[in-house]
């Protein structure tokens, strides 16, 4: 038998590769150290993510993850099995999950943000839900904008 271009093509179609997803999902880090331990898995996910043309964006702080990651129906129900497979102990939460017409993110981009008064204004005043920075308390709507705000026109934090 032989297989047509166009059979080919609606075969890949028929698991949904031609969908993108969004999904956004937060965590509290309790296993993961802050120093090579987070960069060895920062980086591992950076190398996953780029092979499977995921792109993503994470802001960690104070022991808390919040990250969107954008492709494939396929590709992201794969990332999000290995994250739950693999890294178990962090409780990744979703908060949101949306076809998307286009990517918003550029490659992976993690931003670490501390006590600065910079970053303050980020996570306490904009966003926050309490006087205390906590990614679980606040809506989907507050984490989007969070992450918009945070790496809009900033492609300088590309791990």
Known sequence: MHITTSQTSENKKSHGEHILINMTYIAKNVDLDSGIELT????????????????????????????????????????????????????????????????????????????????????LKSFSAGSDYNPYLMKSTQIESFLTAIFEDDESNKF
């Open 40 to 123: 060895r898995a920062l980086e591992y996910w950076r190398r996953y993510f780029e092979e499977n043309n995921i792109v993503s964006a994470l802001v960690i702080s104070e022991g808390y993850f919040v990250q969107s990651f954008q492709g494939t129906r396929p590709a992201i129900n794969t990332a999000l099995e290995k994250i739950l497979d693999e890294h178990s102990t962090i409780f990744p939460n979703i908060v949101n999950i949306e076809e998307i017409e286009s990517r918003q993110w550029n490659g992976f981009l993690v931003k670490h943000l501390t006590s600065s008064a910079e970053d303050e204004a980020y996570t």
